[in-house]
């Protein structure tokens, strides 16, 4: 016989992939089909893709390729950046944002986030415009959210002609002023790796622009340069995406707005019982900025103590939880020494010891919620 306490615990991951009922059964059939007709690369399921996505995001272009990182270097070498051009980055932000803009020669330069909602600040940002010149920056839409001054960016850079590349891997689904980031976005990208909002069953990732010179230059870049099968017109590389991922994707796609759904829910039932308990819980939760609608991508929470604290007292009671940046990029051990800031970056490491994220993925139980919500209560 089971002990009552035993009974009592239950374990939440800090994310699960749950499917929608045949999911699976579908992705088979279209990867049964790809089997048959031996169609493993530039078939019909890029295009389908490329066109649902189109209506999704209400973006002008897209171009899958192989990776969210390839994406930003695809975006970078399309509106020309080249080795010693500066490039401005948020310092809190995922590694390969960085990793783009060194791999394609540059100097990024590093850029500290503010307390309103995370994100690159404008005001430091432009600071480090007057004092660096940059070709180009890349600003980064943290959480599924993005900056609450994104048309200030905007139109910033394009009035000192600096272009703006949007690393989007997080926020598809977002809206900002009730619009699609994407639809007004001069360059954005996105990672479908598969723990992302629209995840690949591996590695995926895409391009969309409203320039179609761009999307070309894009398209080639990622397919070894080509202008014909056998004529080159640029150094470019292989990051193609294949068809397999390209039918998970469009399958994905028919249900990413349940996803979405299911996770704005989970997150407002956190929100809702925080507000309830303010006093005596042990986080205070974070949202997005009151002009953009989140996609529910992460929960993010400040610990009243620290992250590492908490986190191992909901370990204790089988609760798993993230910390998805624990650095800014300013203090990782692979950061070259020519990597610049304009302040100390004080914010970014803050955050990135106080930020806990909590169990959120689509279609998560209520008995998950309000059993982290209990344990919160209680560590
Ligand atoms: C996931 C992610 C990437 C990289 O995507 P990959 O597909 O893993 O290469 C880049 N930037 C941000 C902000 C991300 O979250």
Known sequence: MMNSQAQDIISVPFIDLRFEEGFEERVQKRWQESLLSKSFIGGIAAKELENKILDFTKA???????NGTDAIQLALRSIGIEPKDNVLIPDFTFWATYEAVVNVGANPIMIDVNFTDFQMDFDLFIKAVEKYKPKAAVLVHLYGWCSERLQDFRDYCNKHEIYLVEDAAQAIGTYYENKS???KAF?????????????AAGDAGGIFTSNEEIARLCRQLSNHGRSTHYGHEY?????????????????SLDHLESRINSRR???QKYVEF????????????????????????????????????????????GIKTGNVYPNPISSQKGTLDKSLLITNNKIAEYLSKKIINLPLFPYMKDEEISYVCECLKEA
């Open 60 to 66: 002008k272009h897209f171009v899958p390729c192989a």
């Open 181 to 183: 980031l994407f639809e």
């Open 187 to 199: 360059i954005a990208t996105i990672s479908f790796y598969p723990a992302k909002v629209l995840g």
């Open 235 to 251: 150094v470019g590389w292989n990051s193609r995406m294949d068809e397999l991922q390209a039918h998970f994707l469009s399958e």
């Open 265 to 267: 829910k989970s997150e």
């Open 274 to 317: 925080c507000e309830k308990n303010k006093d005596s819980l042990t986080v205070n939760m974070c949202t997005s900025p009151s002009n953009i609608t989140n996609n529910g991508y992460l929960q993010v929470s400040l610990a009243k103590t620290s992250f590492s604290e908490l986190s191992n007292k909901l370990l204790k009671r």
